[in-house]
């Protein structure tokens, strides 16, 4: 069965640091993975998405993820963040079928110090 | 873009009543429309998958008897907690996604459901 493991529960930055939130998923064929944010009072947004081709992904609102298949892993980053990437973000993944269904991570909440 | 409308935004309900919850795509055909409960602080956990037409395919622990899911066409799925209990007060979020490979998911705002 698919699962999703996020780690960092909470994550307290100050402006302008740099992020990196860690997605761990375990299924062995080839997946879909994605990063979606829930701004405070908003509904889920997608971030990014990964489905083949080049393993860095770049995002809206400057984010990137990296796929690496060797360590089931697609880490979110983000260079210099800002106070209004405070929220809470989502790790996601399918078995790579549109008809199969997404499974989230426990999520990560950010919180930026300005 | 792609816009998934649900509805109500928010309900309160006796304990013993049944809610029903709406989940629209207002500008694309989801064949296949997913259902998720989000708790306080914690992440959303798939309840059913349900495409257009078949019956939802609900994931352990969900008790289909009580989470009633239709999928009767192409724009609507609606959710019906039946019976419901304070315990069923939750976040319920709706997604939806058309048959296209590697089409997107697109998220409903959301129905807080509180059950008194």
């Known amino acids: 069965a698919q699962s999703v493991s996020q780690h960092n529960h909470h994550v307290i930055l100050s402006e302008a640091a740099s992020l990196e939130l860690g997605c761990n998923y375990s299924?062995?064929?080839?997946?879909?993975l994605f990063w979606y944010v829930q701004y405070p009072g908003q509904h889920l947004q997608l971030l990014l998405k990964y489905f083949s081709g080049d393993p860095l992904v770049k995002g809206i609102k400057g984010f990137e993820a990296e796929f690496i298949k060797s360590k089931f892993s697609f880490n979110l980053r983000k260079p210099s963040v800002q106070w209004s990437d405070t929220a809470e973000y989502f790790c996601?993944?399918?078995?790579?079928?549109?008809?199969?269904?997404?499974?989230f991570g426990s999520g990560t909440r950010l919180s930026i110090r300005p | 873009g792609a816009v998934v409308s649900q509805h109500p935004s928010r309900v309160i309900c006796k304990s013993g009543t049944s809610v029903k919850i709406e989940c629209r795509s207002l500008?694309?055909?989801?064949?296949?429309m997913f259902w998720y409960r989000q708790f306080p602080k914690q992440s959303l956990m798939l309840m059913a998958t349900s495409n257009e037409g078949s019956k939802a395919t609900y994931e352990q622990g969900v008790e289909k008897d009580k989470f009633l899911i239709n999928h009767a066409s192409l724009t609507l799925s609606t959710l019906t907690v039946t019976s419901a209990h304070p315990e069923d007060s939750s976040f319920y979020i709706c997604?939806?996604?058309?048959?296209?490979?590697?089409?997107?998911?697109?998220f409903g705002n959301g129905t807080r459901l509180t059950v008194t």
């Open positions: 500008d694309f055909q989801a064949t296949t």
């Open positions: 997604s939806a996604r058309t048959a296209i490979n590697n089409s997107p998911l697109h």
């Open positions: 299924y062995g064929g080839t997946v879909n």
């Open positions: 996601a993944v399918n078995a790579g079928s549109s008809a199969s269904k997404i499974i």
